[in-house]
């Protein structure tokens, strides 16, 4: 996701431009569904401090955010300036977003839910990945 993001950043070609954002509209399609649906409602259950309620919210604010900014860049003329400076907050809400998850919300979930769980939650994720792909 990273990589397409910064392709999608980097390019000034419209067409480039809008089947990057087709591949990553996809890409974060799948990932929202399975967090949405697997691992969010886990997590949720699992943490009972405040502080992981915080990060439970701020997550999926976060999609939310995210999913209202996808229909915006979709009908942003691709060759234009707005498109860049659309594509660029995109790039850095996600970033943001899965910095933040990957350094707080996976290694609170990883303490919260125990390795066991993890792995039945991994396994039931890439199962709805490929169901999805």
Known sequence: MRELLAQLVGSDDAEARRDLLGQIEHE???HSKVEEKIFYPA?????RD????????EATEEHHVVDMVI?????????????????KVLKDLIEHHAGEEEQ?????????????ALVRLGEE????KEQMS
Do not use: C
């Not at 707080?104 to 066991?116: I, N, S, T, V, Y």
């Not at 994720?125 to 709805?128: A, C, H, K, N």
């Open 125 to 128: 994720i890439m199962r709805m």
């Open 50 to 57: 405040e502080d992981g309620q915080k990060l439970f919210y």
């Open 28 to 30: 974060i399609r799948v």
């Open 104 to 116: 707080e919300m996976f290694p609170e979930a990883k303490r919260a839910l125990g390795k066991d």
């Open 71 to 87: 229909p915006e860049l979709k009908r942003t003329d691709p060759s234009s300036d707005q498109f860049a400076g659309k594509a």
């Open 43 to 47: 997590f949720k259950k699992a943490v």
